[in-house]
Structure formats: structure tokens, C-alpha cells
């Protein structure tokens, strides 16, 4: 046995249960030779001959010495759920962490133990639990195939507009495309697209993200709300093809502009 440990020894007296008095000696011998006791594991359900340990007591020893206070009823737990043998728990409310093994008498193929802590993180495996409940297998598919479908459709709407272009192939449920610049842009449409990306997105209509692929400014279109229906994927195409229409006369407009500037230079109308 390691020398950090300590096996308190039970006898017939105690049912073979730990006895309190026994293990409050153990700490002190360990108190007066320096070192610190940080932890005691009481069983329910021993795996010898199913002794109970005195939860209460041992716990309340634990929080003399400011000690974790484990209850191990890997075994016996199980019997608590009748009310009948719940007693055997009484003084659980002391403890820190607390384990059951439900391969061993719930039931429940091998292996599987339960662990309880006090001071623990949020029960964040509940929802989980919840979603794969309500939905199971089948729904669960069809939610991720429907998905995968809508991004298909929205492929095929971006393919069918020349001013668009795919990126990279589709795998999943996203979508990575962008309009194609002008040839004599310098940025690689850059500029371009963000400005695409940045006007859908303020419209509050739809969000799309942005990624930088091979030096390309690419916008990413990501099916994945529960609620998401084939005239939403529609509507958010027809709002990128409409503010692409916009940049495109604004271009025009602009160019129109400079040609105008420049011919009015050349009249000596402009200084």
C-alpha cells in the first residue's frame, strides 16, 4: 500500500463498517507527524460483505479537517431507490462527490458509473440528453439531410448567375462562393465582396461570413437553424443578387463619371 494512503481497519463489532473513532486517530497520527489529510472515502455496500459506512459521522470529520468526503456505493447505491433501504444514505448531504455503478445492479451493460460532485460545472449534458430524446436517429438525419439539401439549392441558385462563381466544392451545408470581379480590379474582388457581405448583412435580413481561400476574398453561406425552409435560402439569394445589381450600376455609374471628368478635362472645361 502506497505510503499516502491509509486503510483503517473494520471488524465484526462495526458489521465491518469503518468505525468514526478509527479514522479520526488515523488523521491525527498524521497531524502529528507533519502531514496533511486532504481526503476520506466512505462505501455503501462494501464489495466484501455490503458494510455500511456512517456517512454522518465520517462526514462531519472530513469537515472538521476541511477534507474531501467521497461516498463510493458503487454497489448498493442501487438499492436506494427503494425507499425501504434509503436510509442507508442518510449523511449524503456531507458529501463532496459521490459514485454509483449502474453495470453492477441498474441494469446496465458494462461499464457505466455515475459521479456526483458538489462543486461542479453546469448540467450542460441535460439539452443533450433532451435533443436526442425528442428527435432520436431518424429526425436527427432527416434535420442534417434537410440541411445539406437547402445548401444543394442554394448551390445551383449561385451557379446559374454568371456573376457568381463556387470557390470550392460543396460538402456539407456550406456554402463557399463569390462575385466575380472585374478584371481590372487589383484587390482580386476583395473589396468587392466585403462590400457584398457588409450591405446584405446590415440589411438584418441575413448574415453571411467571410473566409480567405487561395488569396480570395470568399463569402461563406452556412445553412444550420432548425427553422430554415427552402423561401429563406430564396430570399437570401435574391438579396445578393439584388445588392450585387446595385454595386454593378454604381460601378457603371462611376465609370460613366470618370469618362465624363476626363473628356470635360480634355475640353479645357476643367482645370
Known amino acids: 500500500m502506497p505510503e499516502n494512503f491509509r486503510v483503517v481497519k473494520a471488524d465484526y463489532s462495526n458489521s465491518y463498517a469503518v468505525a468514526p473513532e478509527a479514522v479520526s486517530e488515523a488523521i491525527s497520527v498524521d497531524l502529528s507527524s507533519g502531514l496533511i489529510p486532504f481526503f476520506i472515502c466512505a462505501t455503501v455496500g462494501t464489495t466484501s460483505s455490503s458494510a455500511v459506512d456512517p456517512l454522518h459521522k465520517l462526514g462531519k470529520i472530513a469537515q472538521a479537517h476541511d477534507m474531501w468526503f467521497h461516498i463510493d456505493a458503487a454497489y448498493a447505491g442501487s438499492a436506494c431507490i427503494c425507499p425501504e433501504y434509503r436510509h442507508h ?3 449524503v448531504e456531507e458529501a463532496d462527490s459521490f459514485n454509483m455503478n449502474a453495470h453492477k445492479w441498474f441494469l446496465t451493460n458494462f461499464d457505466c458509473s455515475l459521479l456526483w460532485v458538489k462543486w461542479s ?3 450542460r449534458s441535460l439539452k443533450l ?3 436526442l430524446r425528442l428527435y432520436g436517429v431518424e429526425n436527427l438525419q432527416s434535420y442534417i439531410r434537410k440541411h445539406i439539401q437547402l445548401a444543394k439549392r442554394f448551390e445551383q441558385l449561385v451557379l446559374s448567375d454568371s456573376r457568381f462563381e463556387v470557390v470550392t466544392p460543396r460538402n456539407f451545408s456550406l456554402v463557399c462562393f463569390r462575385l466575380l470581379p472585374p478584371t481590372s480590379e487589383d484587390d482580386n474582388g476583395r473589396n468587392l465582396n ?3 457581405m457588409d450591405t446584405c448583412n446590415s440589411s438584418g435580413k441575413i448574415f453571411i461570413s467571410h473566409t ?3 488569396g480570395k476574398f470568399v463569402l461563406r453561406f452556412a445553412v444550420g437553424a432548425p427553422l430554415t425552409e427552402e423561401k429563406h435560402v430564396d430570399a437570401a439569394w435574391k438579396l445578393l443578387q439584388d445588392e450585387a445589381s446595385k454595386i454593378d450600376l454604381r ?7 470618370r469618362c465624363l471628368l476626363i473628356k470635360l478635362h480634355h475640353l479645357g472645361l476643367l482645370s
Not at 251 to 257: A, G, H, I, L, N
Open 212 to 214: 480567405v481561400l487561395s
Open 129 to 131: 440528453w433532451m435533443v
Open 121 to 123: 460545472f453546469y448540467f
Open 89 to 91: 444514505l442518510d449523511g
Open 251 to 257: 460601378k457603371f455609374v462611376d465609370y460613366k463619371c
Open 194 to 196: 466585403y462590400s457584398l
